[in-house]
C-alpha cells in the first residue's frame, strides 16, 4: 500500500496533462517473438517497439545514455527512431485493460503483465529477477521532446511466475497498475541511463522500414502466454462485471 501512495503522489505531481481515450488490451494484435531480444510488435499501430530492457541498454551490459541512443538511431539504417509523444501515448494507453479505474485494480493485471512480458524488466531491482523483495517492478519508460524526456508508468506485482514471489501479505499480487485516461506525462532532464532506477527510451521503427526487405520475422505469442492471458483476461472480465453491476 506505501508503494501505491507513493506512486500516486509523483504521478499527480508531474507537469503536463494529456487526454487519451484508454481502450481495452485485446491480446491479439501484436507480435512477440520470444527469440528475438531487440522488439516486439504492435500491429495496431504498425510498429516495430523496442523492448525496454533492450533500450535500456542498447544490448550492452551497460546502462545508454541518451548521446548513446542518439548515436544509434543517427547510425542505423533500420528505420529506428525515437517515438513520436502521440506514439507513446498510444503504446501506453494500448496497455490499459480496465478503464473504470485508477490506479491498481484486479482488472489492470492483463494490462500490466502483457507490457511485462513484452518489455521485461530493468536494473533497479535484484532481489528476484527484476522484481524486487515484495515481487514488485515498474518501468518509467518515455521520449524526448524539444530536450525534455516526456514519460508515463507501468508497474506490476508478480502473479504465476515461478521466479519470482509475491509477498503473501500484499493485497496487490493479482493486480496491475495503471493511471487512468487523464494521466500526465512526466518532464525531466538527466534521468537516461542512471543504473538505480527503471527509466528506459522509447524506440520504434515503421514496419517495413527495413533496409533490407524480409530481414526479420515476427511470430505471434507462445501458446503458455495465450493460456497466461486467456486467464488474465477472464480474470479482467469478472472484475468488470463487478462494476457495471
Known sequence: MIKKAVCLTILLSTLSVFSVKSSVVPLTNYTNDTQNAMYWSLLDANLDIARLSWSDTLGASTQAEKSDI??????????WRWATLQELQLIHHWFDSDPYANGWSEGQKAGSALFFLLNGTGPAFTEQNGYDFEGYTYWQFGTYVQEQFNSVWMADFAWNNSAVNCATYSLLCASGYFTDENSPLWSAQDVIGNPLINVASLLVRDRGALSTPGATITVPATASSWLLFSGLA?????????VTR
Not at 542518439?70 to 528505420?79: E, V
Open 70 to 79: 542518439d548515436s544509434f538511431i543517427q547510425a542505423n539504417t533500420d528505420g
Open 234 to 242: 477472464l480474470l479482467a472480465l469478472k472484475r468488470r462485471r463487478r
